[in-house]
């Protein structure tokens, strides 16, 4: 089913709100191909899974990398209600995803500069384009559930 940016984010709240529901942080993540076909779907698991590292993005991208058998994301689009921390910043750009689109802030303003997200001279390949404010009041409002 091919996805628009606010289907797509869309289905990150829904996530989010499942996250909630299961006693973790209210973030979901989805990762789109070029044709707009969901690739993978993630969600905060850190309390379930007693894992601090599985933050919805990285919970995406490890399917992504599975479904698709190889570490290289490159052309595809990760959709998150929330701004990618500098944990999942690093992992983005290591696996090579060439767009972000994130809902709002996640209320940690990071003083990491230049930032991994956006640093053109880190990683090997290029930054990907970030756009935010999807969704933003929909996703504040799920943040708030924190
Ligand atoms: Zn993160």
């Keep these: ?10 289905r990150c709240l829904n996530l989010a709100k499942e996250a909630v529901d299961a006693g973790d942080n209210p973030f979901g993540a989805v990762i789109v191909d ?3 076909s969901i690739v993978a779907e993630g969600r905060n698991r850190e309390n379930t899974q007693l894992d601090v590292t599985l ?13 698709r058998g190889e570490n290289c994301l490159r052309g595809l689009t990760l959709y998150t209600n929330g701004q990618p921390c500098l944990m999942c910043s690093v992992a983005i750009r ?18 990491v500069s230049p930032h991994p997200l956006t640093d053109p001279d880190f990683g090997q390949s290029p930054p990907p384009s970030v756009e935010s404010g999807l969704l933003a009041e929909e996703s504040r ?3 708030g559930r924190l």
Excluded: F, L, N
């Excluded at 089913?1 to 869309?10: H, L, N, R």
């Excluded at 933050?55 to 479904?67: F, K, L, N, Y």
């Excluded at 290591?94 to 003083?111: K, N």
């Design 55 to 67: 933050h919805a993005e990285i919970d995406a991208i490890r399917q992504a990398t599975s479904a």
């Design 34 to 36: 070029a044709e707009g």
């Design 141 to 143: 409002k799920i943040q």
């Design 94 to 111: 290591r696996v090579g995803i060439s767009r972000v689109v994130y809902g709002a802030p996640s209320g940690q303003p990071s003083r």
């Design 1 to 10: 089913m091919k996805q628009s940016d606010t289907e797509a984010m869309q």
